[in-house]
Each structure stands twice: as C-alpha cells, then as structure tokens.
C-alpha cells in the first residue's frame, strides 16, 4: 500500500464529515461538528494551514554529505523523528463508527511505538476512553502520552490514578478543550484553569506536565508559573474559536519568550516533513499532529500509521539534508524565510 492508496481506502469507511483529502486544509470540513471541523466557520483551522504554506525553506547544500540525523529526546525518551500523533476523541462521532476511541487508540499507540514516536491520547465524557486509552500505554510500557480534558479536580484526581498506573512517561491537559461545544453544560463539568489550579493539577501529575493550548505569551508564563514542563502551542486544530491567529504566527514569539525554561511542541495545520522542519526552526522542540493521523488509522490501521510516519519522516530528512542541517540541533531560524 502507498500513501495514495491509503487515503483511498480512508474514503470508503471514513465517514461523511471527513472528506480524507490529498491535503488536509480545512476547507472541505471547515464548519462541521460533529466532524474534524470546527464549531464557526472554520476559518482558524484553514489560516493554520496556510500560514505554514507561506513561510519558506532556505535551501542550502554547500556542506558536507553525510547522514541526517532527527532524534529527539524528551524527558528521558529517545525518539526516532521530533513528531508525536496527537489527541483525538470520539472518533466514531466525528468520523465513523468503524473504529470507536478505544481500538482507535490501542491500534494508534502501538504503531506509533513500533515506528519511533509516541501518541497522545483522547479523552471523553465516556470513562471508559481514558481507561482503554491508558491501558494501551501500559502495554507499550508507558511510551505514549494521555491527555486529560480540563474536567473538575475530582475526575482530573481520577483520571490521573489512570495515568500512574499506566506508567505513562507524561500527561497533558488541553485546555483549549474548554471551547468545544459537547463539553458545555456536560457532566463531570469542564472549563478552563487558573494558575493556581495548574499549579495543584501539575503536583497531582507527579510526572511531566504538558499544558495544550497555549496561543500567546502571556498563557506561556501562566504555564510555566504552574509548573508545566512543556507547553503546545495550539488552538485546537481551529476548532473552538474563529478568527484566531495561526499556530505558526505565534510560535516564533512565544519560543523567544519561553527559552530553554520548557519544551515547546506545536501543532494546528502542520501537514508535511517540510512543515515540521518550518516549526523546529521557528522554535519548537516537536511537533503534533492529529487530523492525517485518523485518516491513516483509518485507511490502513497498523500499516496505515507506518507508511504516514515514513512519509512525513522522509519529507523532513530531505528537507534537513537540503538546508544543511544534519541533527534537530543545527536547525536554526535563519533557515526559513517568513
């Protein structure tokens, strides 16, 4: 199977809503919830896209031929590309039922940790997809990441009893969730966090804490003042809220204002190796991403997940190779032109 023949395959049992396209843009799904689209008109997820399409790599090959290498290493981890498959929830409401969360997520954390990067998983109002969800870390002896909506402190307490024994190396939380329209008015409640929440909900974690949703500097510092070792720069895909700016227009400022002081991943349109090239070099440690993820799952299962990573691993090994930089390290900014 190649990657044409997947996303084939995606199309005849994804569902309605998701249009499984050569790029995922936005466009075709831009107000559709349920769906991957977003709860306006869409407009958010579509400049997410573009706005990475806009910035420029500065090719350069005056430089020695020699192998390049992506590793990563976070927290303790060592993975072989600087990506991760991101979060997803309800996918047999927002896709269809082929799957629900629970085979979504015990096929996606294996492939992903057969093929050197790890997966964030979803959350629900459902407990039973955190449950399962943590169960397919454990069986990867905790190399995957779950993701905690931002529930009252009673369920996130229970939730993280979960994520300890699952011996999960991190734990996020996406705040941004707070905006979805599903979780309104739901029970347990949801909404968004004070510092001094993060602060307690970090202590709780007991293990690094991943704050998603960050989109300015101000919400960077708050992260950092609760205690969170890495942030994602994130507006929710562009689900929540339109006319947001992008994820690659904040990035830049919010890396230079955070430093060396947390891990900086970004997600929000970022579709191809070249892409996550533009990230690093605008400042992210890593990258997430999400949507092509489903649409892999979804037309191949284990294969599926293992042709995307391959291609997305290629793209960013030449596009590395062709700017002159051989280990995520020699990414530097002056190798993207905005």
């Given at each position: 199977m190649n990657y044409k023949e997947l996303l084939e395959n995606a199309r005849s049992c994804i569902g309605s809503y998701c249009k499984a396209c050569p790029v995922c843009n936005g466009i075709a799904c831009k107000n559709s919830i349920p769906g991957p689209g977003a709860k306006g008109v869409g407009d958010t997820a579509i400049r997410n896209y573009q706005k990475w399409q806009e910035i420029r790599v500065n090719m350069d090959t005056l430089s020695a031929n020699k192998p390049v290498d992506t590793t990563l290493e976070l927290f303790g981890q060592t993975f072989t590309y600087p990506f991760f498959a991101g979060p997803v929830g309800a996918v047999n409401l927002h896709y269809s039922d082929k799957f629900n969360d629970m085979a979504y997520n015990d096929i996606?954390?294996?492939?992903?940790?057969?093929?050197?990067?790890?997966?964030?998983?979803?959350?629900?109002?459902?407990?039973?997809?955190?449950e399962s969800a943590t169960a397919a870390i454990a069986k990867v002896k905790g190399r995957g990441i779950p993701t905690i909506k931002p529930w009252n402190m009673d369920t996130i307490k229970e939730k993280m009893e979960l994520v300890h024994k699952a011996g999960a190396f991190a734990v996020a939380m996406d705040i941004d969730a707070a905006g979805l329209p599903f979780l309104k008015n739901m029970t347990p409640p949801a909404g968004g966090k004070s510092v001094d929440e993060l602060r307690r909900i970090s202590e709780i974690a007991g293990i690094p804490f991943i704050v998603k949703g960050i989109m300015n500097i101000k919400s960077a510092l708050k992260a950092k003042a609760a205690g969170a070792k890495a942030i994602v720069v994130s507006n929710h895909g562009g689900r929540v809220l339109d006319q947001c700016p992008s994820t690659a227009e904040v990035l830049p400022e919010i890396a230079e204002a955070v430093g060396n002081e947390m891990k900086i991943l970004v997600d929000g349109g970022i579709r191809s190796g070249t892409d996550i090239f533009k990230a690093l070099a605008l400042g992210a440690d890593g990258v997430l991403i999400c949507r092509p993820f489903v649409t892999a799952l979804y037309g191949g299962e284990k294969e599926g997940v293992k042709i995307y990573i391959e291609k997305l691993a290629e793209e960013l090994k030449d596009t590395m190779a062709m700017c002159g930089a051989f280990s995520l390290s020699e990414i530097t900014k002056d190798m993207v032109r905005r």
């Open positions: 996606l954390v294996s492939a992903c940790r057969e093929n050197g990067i790890a997966a964030f998983t979803g959350d629900g109002t459902n407990p039973t997809v955190m």
